[in-house]
């Protein structure tokens, strides 16, 4: 074959380099141009096409580095052999349908993982965020340390010594894109296939997580103080997952003489750790804040998780871990490797947010705002009390309310949809062999309705159950 | 007992509920007062101290809250029980020494993971930024879809099938914090315990990623195309990871034959993937880009990962992934419970960045300073064609150099750190049962050295080799 029969159009946007390599590539693709067919030089092509050599050259190079056609040497240019059982030629796309579960809107929504966005400190982050790239400090646009910059870092670990508890050097801290990331990250680090305890109900994306990753998650009772640990002893289990100062979606806060027989039974062993996730602490309205197991830990056993989307905006992906001085080594040896998940620009707003005392006056706000949703929530509930009790109310922004009546979770959930309201059963936190047939207990989280609307939306609460 | 010998002081900061709960709290501590030990009643205590007693009531409070002490009803306030053998009392923390290995610093340094730090667009960036936090949208600050916004996810999905022949709908994207999370994302998503197929040398990270989530790595062998099917075939691997345009050390691009056995690789048994990560595909000086693998994909087979943290900034933490519609489903059930790892406002600036049209001159700019770097690298390096060749020179940042006089990788490396500059052997790209034992193979890397930088470098390295 000497020639191509290709039409070229001088005026067209496409460069013609373009439209000769398309042609080509059409035709091989078709089968015009079979495996082993000798293609026109470039010389001759080119006088055919009355075009540069320069330009065929170009379509061909092309076409040689995409694996079309081959150069031999002192030969010419030959069709490649392509794969004859597979079909080359774009197909329809069928369409991806999302079958996402239909939305429901309600008029009062008490979800309990709400945040009141509306307090967004907008004017102190785009202050922040103005002089952080005002900085024009190009190394700000360099990967960064994997741990997470030091500067933040050491910020953090002053703010949880004071406000926590918490006993950490800055060298100990990684910084990382959420909680979710930090137990995927962890997992990766210890590596898959650990024993872990949970209790149920609990924190489920956690359990999902682990289970997931081929972790072997077992279900270890509660009572009233929390993980029983005599179950915990016999489950075999290497780690714990934990949230000591106040439980997901329950509400206990694990005594102090609890907290010492989980750390004893960390200790017993090498390779036991304790997963402290410390997510939502900032928030009590009773008392002092109750300190994080972390600081009583003196065998180097707790993994302490803490987060800044719950306490500033769920959009704010900086979550941060204290590793234990035992994991340091493999920390330097897996964990590094994995590059941060964190801009560094977010990292210096976040820094400069605690150094600059933002933070401070956000959460006092913050609690300030949430106490009196949770005052007025209480209140409210007081009309509710021959059909049952409240409990988990000291903490966090949502209560649970345990109905006495005999009314069960889905009833209770159906017929306050009824009214327009979103409440949330206490079921869709019981995971695996904790799981329960029953339950006549709902969650009301206020974080997101105003003190107004909470009134509202008890009123059609009581319209539903009473 | 009655009576608490407490030294208040009515000056101090600290207030006086704390002073009476920290003194009780330290005196339980230490054994001072044991387990079952009953303390003064509020009421007593108040007219002892000659307090008010709600004062005592909140020590007490704060005691129980945490454990200390336990109310009895109509009987008293009782010591609780601790852990004997826990040693509660802080200990000295002992010294972490972070035993960083040390940096020797380099004149000049030809790092292939260079990125030019000082071609950031700054003023695009800071323009998008403000823009975004001006918004006051609320809605921006709080959680948003796992699997980033449908507004960026569109922007993406219109961009890569422009400039990458990518056929993906945006319902099938995920946006993630950069490579590693989303190769981790995706290991959790499909389960750990896979048998994945990898050339050697590779993407280091990548295999230590996968290894340490307990999946089988099995290294498939190379050609001058790309992975051995045959031997791929013969691996029993299930996910075979790839960068067909441009696998990374090597620099090789996988010829349109190779990707249509691999596509038929994968479509021979369901539960088979191909993993491209189409890492660098940005910056090629030949011809047109090379296109996707995962444009040819007719079976849904392919797994698309691409990333602007080398396009744009490595702190820059933003990755996308393309799953292919058969792996939607399990993408809903397990994929969507982690929250995404983007902020919001990121996920916002970068949609402005590719729809207002900075993000295709930032490229034009970046490949025009690549290609100066590049073809200057590639000048100088003539000097060296007695001792050996280069390889890998038509695309990415960095080129290599293989020796063919004798001298070896490690010696190379010392004898040009001895010189102040920094270059870097192929073999530490190698990875399990791939190691090899010799290698006269270094990269060069260029994107973060100037021309002049190139020029100077290259006279030094002249004086280590020559």
Known sequence: MNELTISLDAQSSVPLYEQIYKYIKND???????????LPSTRKLAKFLQISRTTVDMAYEQLVSEGYIEAVPYKGYYVCELEGLYRIRPGQPSGVSAKRPEQVSYAYDFSPNGVDLSSFPHNAWRKLSKAVLMEENRQLFGLGDPQGESELRGTIAA??????????????IVIGAGNDFLL?????????GQKIAMESPTYRKAYDLFANLSNEVCIVGMDEAGMRIDELEKSGACLAYVMPSHQFPLGTVMPVGRRMQLLSWAEAAPERYIIEDDYDSEFRYKGKPIPSLQGYDRGERVIYIGTFSRSIA???????????????????ERGRKISSTVSRVDQMIIAGFLNEGYYERHLNRMRAVYKG???????????????GHISGENAGVHI?????NGMTEMEAVQTAAREGVAVYGLSRYYVGS???????????????LSEEEIRNAARLLARAWL
């Not at 089968?31 to 000798?38: A, H, I, M, V, W």
């Not at 949703?373 to 059909?387: C, G, N, T, V, Y």
């Not at 649970?400 to 006495?404: G, S």
């Open 28 to 38: 091989i693709q078709d089968g015009g141009l079979p495996f082993g067919k000798r």
């Open 159 to 172: 703010y949880l010594h004071q406000a926590r508890g918490v006993s950490a050097k800055p060298e100990q």
């Open 184 to 192: 995927l990250f962890l997992c990766s680090m210890l590596g898959t």
């Open 314 to 332: 769920p959009a704010i992906r900086v979550s941060y871990m204290v590793l234990p001085k035992s994991l340091m080594q493999l920390y330097r």
């Open 373 to 387: 949703r949770h005052d007025a929530l209480l209140e409210e509930m007081k009309a509710f009390r021959q059909i």
């Open 400 to 404: 649970l309310f345990t109905f006495t």
């Open 434 to 448: 904790g799981k329960q047939a029953e339950s006549s207990t709902i969650l009301l989280g206020y974080a997101n």
